[in-house]
């Protein structure tokens, strides 16, 4: 599997680190890494099924994969 980000894929997932940090605790670019772990998760578990595939990372699939979990403050602690 081929992963493609795109450049307002790549800002929406240093927004929502950058969110995240603000309301939560700031630990800074740790942050980013597991902002970047919950958004391939789901395609980690699935690249072998996957093989041949690029999946296009923008904008649109960072926000329906991370931006319930990054407004909900209480969650965004646990989670991200």
């Known amino acids: 599997m081929t992963i493609d ?3 307002d894929g790549i800002r929406a997932v240093a927004r929502i680190a ?3 940090n603000g309301q939560v605790e700031n630990i800074g670019a740790r942050r980013l890494q597991t902002v970047m772990e919950k958004l391939l998760e789901s395609l980690s578990f699935d690249a072998e099924e ?3 595939e690029t999946v296009v ?3 649109a ?3 329906r994969e991370l931006a319930s979990i990054a407004r909900n ?3 965004s602690r646990f989670v991200l």
Do not use: S, W
């Open 5 to 7: 980000f795109t450049d």
């Open 18 to 20: 950058a969110e995240v």
């Open 50 to 52: 996957r093989q041949g």
């Open 57 to 59: 990372i923008d904008a």
């Open 61 to 63: 699939y960072v926000d």
């Open 73 to 75: 403050t209480d969650l």
